[in-house]
Every structure is written in C-alpha cells, then in structure tokens.
C-alpha cells in the first residue's frame, strides 16, 4: 500500500477524517493525537499533520463513533503499538468492535482483544473440526467391535456367519 508523503492543514484534515477542527484542536491539546510534522504555537498558529496522523485520526474517529471514548481509544492505542512497534503490515490488520471489545485480527488463526492488555485468542474453523470428527467415526466403523460381554476375540463379519450353529 502507496504512503501519500507531504502535510495536511487541519481544514484538510478534518475534511479527509471527518472530524471537526475544533475536534482536531481539542485532540491536540488533550496530548491523544498531536500532529506530528508541525504543532501549534499559540493562536491561529498552523497544525501540519503527516499521512499516519490522518490514519490515526481516522481509527480514533471511527473507534469514538463506535461509543469508545477517550480513555480506551488511547489503551487501544497504547496497545497497538506495543504489540506491533515497528507498524509494518499495519495496512493488513482488521479491527473488530464487538459490543465493548476491540479485538485485533493479526491473522485468519489469531486475534488480540487490544483492551484486554493484548490478551491473545485463538480461532480455529469450524468446518475443520466437523471433517475431523466425521473421519474420526468414519475409522471407528471400519474397526471390529468388541462386544464387552462375549470374552472371544472379534470375529469378522465372514467368519460369524460360519459360526452359527
């Protein structure tokens, strides 16, 4: 995936993140997503914000949206980039929001609950443990049974038919 380079005004910004500026300012102010190119100065100094700050702004906004509010997005935050400090192949993670959960689908096997401190899951298909059992009892039918009341060993089906009296 193509990172755009260059900085992005906060009228830019709010218009690709669909945040308002004074969401943007107070972000900012508060210390949970500062622009990291140029910050501001005092009053009606210019914020200049880089193409991560965007994407940042965007998981925030979409998180807040959800109904997370500040402290847990700024757990899930703290949490990603533990557990994924070098950012590469950040493009292909998946975040869930399940009820009041973020789980983080690092792959198709394994999921982290970001609030959870990174608790791991692990997912396993279905459809997978279904085929298993059904070749499991597919096996179990093709072995002799053992009746546990006659104390001779298991005779084939051939060799009962020869038995019978």
């Not at 700050?53 to 109904?67: E, T």
Request: glycine share 8%; hydrophobic share 40%.
């Amino acid at each position: 995936m193509r990172r755009l380079e260059g900085s992005f005004s906060t009228a830019q910004t709010a218009r690709l993140t669909g945040l308002s500026p004074r969401q943007l300012d107070y972000w900012d102010r508060q210390g949970f997503v500062r622009p990291s190119l140029v910050r501001a100065s005092g009053y009606g100094s210019a914020r200049r914000y880089s193409f991560e700050d965007l994407v940042r702004l965007r998981v925030a906004a979409k998180l807040r949206a959800a109904g997370f509010g500040l402290p847990k997005i700024r757990q899930c935050v703290q949490t990603l980039r533990r557990l994924d400090p070098s950012r590469e192949g950040m493009a292909d993670v998946r975040l869930l929001v399940l009820g009041s959960r973020v789980v983080w689908a690092r792959s198709s096997r394994e999921l982290v609950d970001v609030l959870q401190e990174g608790q791991l899951m692990l997912v396993f298909p279905l459809g997978e443990e279904v085929r298993g059992v059904a070749a499991a009892v597919a096996t179990l039918e093709r072995e002799p049974r053992l009746d546990l009341f006659d104390l001779e060993a298991p005779v084939s089906p051939r060799e009962r038919g020869r038995r019978r009296p």
